[in-house]
């Protein structure tokens, strides 16, 4: 299948500097990457850990891998030597594993709080409720110093499947509106400049309403193939 490069120029010619667009990589093979990695892109985003591995292992070193998917604690280590953003965190005991491995081998690992606002509930992140439990609980002062390997730059969400663009603009505005209000709060771990949300379907209202990163697959790689049929 053929990429896009006619599209990837046009959005990166659109977005400037303001919106970094992360390439979906997922179920994406080597070959179809490195026709953006040779374009200069070097923002991908994949959604397992085993498939980043690989990619990583085949793929030129000064790729930012964005690990964008569900992240179970206990992966955390095999993808901890290298990866450069983890925007789906939605629990402390992530957080602190992500903190343990980084800590292990010297690194400070950036992170986003992943938010739950779309009313689909198989959609993951955390609900507003436990995103200010969380963010209290790190400002508290020991977790501070207990917590040296993280950095929390800022927010990611998934807005809802849907065409409706009133429903999708406000679930962004809920979490542009999270994101202000934590933006000002800045501790020795906790400080936002990005603002991930918008995928291909609805990566132009997310940008209107404030989103800084955007997450786009299928625009740039063709329609995704089956789960199961991937071939890397
Ligand atoms: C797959 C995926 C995307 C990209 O989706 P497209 O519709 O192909 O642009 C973005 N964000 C997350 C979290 C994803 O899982």
Redesign the pocket.
Known sequence: MAVNKEKYHQLIQTFGHKTRLVA?S?FRTTDEIMEFYRLGHRDF?E?YVQEMIEKHLLLPKDIRWHF??HLQSNKVKFIAPFVHLV??VDSVKLLMEINRQAKKIDRVIDCLLQVHIAVEEAKFGLHEEELDELIEGLTAAEKIHELNNIRIVGL?G?ASFTADEQRLRAEFKQLAALYDKYSPLQTANIRFKTLSMG???DYAIAIEEGSNMV?????L?GD?PAKGGKKI
């Open positions: 979906v997922k985003g959604n964008i998917g925007e789906s990611m998934m995928m291909s379907a997450r786009i697959g299928s625009l790689f995704r």
